[in-house]
């Protein structure tokens, strides 16, 4: 199931129409931060910065802090843990979001086979529970063949996917 980037919702409930040929464009920027001291990690993000705006439809600032640990890099069960929360609310097809995630990842053959679970709540507007699963196998060095589930409350919240993926 693809991600629908917030905003879009609205912009075809508010009858916009994107086929129409009548298009609008602006110029927005994504900023992100990540910070890595031992087996620790933080990071933050703002998306939609300038709060972009289409016809009477404007974009939401997102503002998300998360952190991790990675018990390999400590020399522990090869198991990374994270957590992520949204630190501003947002409207989001309909209702407001500010989501706090949950997550673990484990690699069965290290850089071979990955299973990874995890939940997210929404803490404001429509109140609910999502649980993923996932899981990532390589086909050769650098090409993963990855797969996810998502089980939640909400028809938006649930949903799966296939991908590729190259890394180097």
């Not at 439809?57 to 640990?69: N, T």
């Not at 949950?102 to 995890?118: D, F, I, S, T, Y």
């Not at 797969?147 to 649930?158: C, D, L, T």
Request: charged fraction near 20%.
């Amino acid at each position: 199931m693809a991600h629908i980037p917030s905003g879009i919702p609205e912009l075809l409930d508010a009858g916009g129409d994107l086929t129409s040929g009548d298009t609008d464009s602006t110029v927005d920027a994504d900023l992100g931060l990540h910070a890595v001291l031992g087996a620790f990690r933080a990071g933050a993000t703002v998306r939609n910065l300038f709060e972009p705006e289409f016809g009477d439809v404007r974009v939401p600032r997102q503002i998300r802090a998360g952190g991790a640990f990675d018990g390999a890099a400590a020399d522990l069960i090869p198991v990374m843990v994270s957590v992520d929360v949204d630190l501003k609310r947002y409207a989001s097809g309909g209702t407001d979001r500010r989501v706090v995630a949950l997550g673990a990842e484990h690699w069965l053959r290290p850089r071979r086979v990955a299973v990874r679970g995890g939940a997210r709540f929404n803490t404001v507007g429509e109140q609910g529970c999502t649980v993923t699963a996932g899981a990532s196998v390589a086909a050769r060095a650098g090409l993963f063949m990855e797969g996810h589930a998502a089980f939640g409350s909400a028809a938006g919240e649930r949903g799966w996917g296939l991908a590729a993926r190259v890394s180097f």
